[in-house]
T-cell receptor, first 113, second 108 residues
Framework: NAGVTQTPKFQVLKTGQSMTLQCAQD?????MSWYRQDPGMGLRLIHY???????DQGEVPNGYNVSRSTTEDFPLRLLSAAPSQTSVYFC????????????FGQGTRLTVV | GIQVEQSPPDLILQEGANSTLRCNFS?????LQWFHQNPWGQLINLFY???GTKQNGRLSATTVATERYSLLYISSSQTTDSGVYFC??????????FGTGTRLQVFP
């Protein structure tokens, strides 16, 4: 049972580079979301999706883009990386909105130099 | 927006001790979940508990929604319980909002 799978696990970018963090789930969950975790600040919501073709902004969306073309995948794009985006990124999914049990991927540790 | 506060921020225990972690929230919530983040960074869902009491082995949780708090009890703590414990809530939206966590260290 794969659950929620994130790739890569670690990444170093130079300022201004772009990249995509991948997230896939095999539980047929409608709801998927991206969080970032910074020291002392808990997890903050970046973007979320309630189903294929639907996305919305969370608490800290600036500098990030998302799309949801399939139920299984929810990639997070950094168009022009900045040092302030150095963080650990988590993808989560749940069956039907965040009023049901949430499952998290193992995280991606991103460093922007 | 809703505020989610956890206490204590840090907790150090000897193996075998019991502990209580608290989560206070500033508004009515639809959902409350407790997570454990282990030292390797993985987030594990412990309880989905919008109200009432649940138990799972040495862990139990109680949410009193009308008084806007939830408690996580850890009995007979083990070194594998170390990590950070988060509560997270939703309120009238699809956004899961996290508290800042309680860091627990259990020593043999």
């Amino acid at each position: 049972n794969a659950g929620v799978t994130q790739t890569p696990k670690f990444q170093v970018l130079k300022t201004g580079q772009s990249m995509t963090l991948q997230c896939a789930q095999d539980m047929n969950h409608e709801y998927m979301s991206w969080y970032r975790q910074d020291p002392g600040m808990g997890l903050r919501l970046i973007h979320y999706s309630v189903g294929a073709g639907i996305t919305d902004q969370g608490e800290v969306p600036n500098g990030y883009n998302v799309s949801r073309s399939t139920t299984e995948d929810f990639p997070l794009r950094l168009l022009s990386a900045a040092p302030s985006q150095t963080s650990v990124y988590f993808c989560a999914s749940s069956y039907n909105g965040m009023n049901t049990e949430a499952f998290f991927g193992q995280g991606t540790r991103l460093t922007v130099v | 927006g809703i505020q989610v506060e956890q206490s204590p921020p840090d907790l150090i225990l000897q193996e075998g001790a019991n502990s209580t972690l608290r989560c206070n929230f500033s508004d009515s919530v639809n959902n409350l979940q407790w997570f454990h983040q282990n030292p390797w960074g993985q987030l594990i869902n412990l309880f989905y508990i919008p109200s009432g009491t649940k138990q799972n082995g040495r862990l139990s949780a109680t949410t009193v929604a009308t008084e806007r708090y939830s408690l996580l009890y850890i009995s007979s703590s083990q070194t594998t319980d170390s990590g950070v414990y988060f509560c997270a809530v939703t309120y009238n939206t699809d956004k899961l909002i996290f508290g800042t966590g309680t860091r627990l260290q259990v020593f043999p």
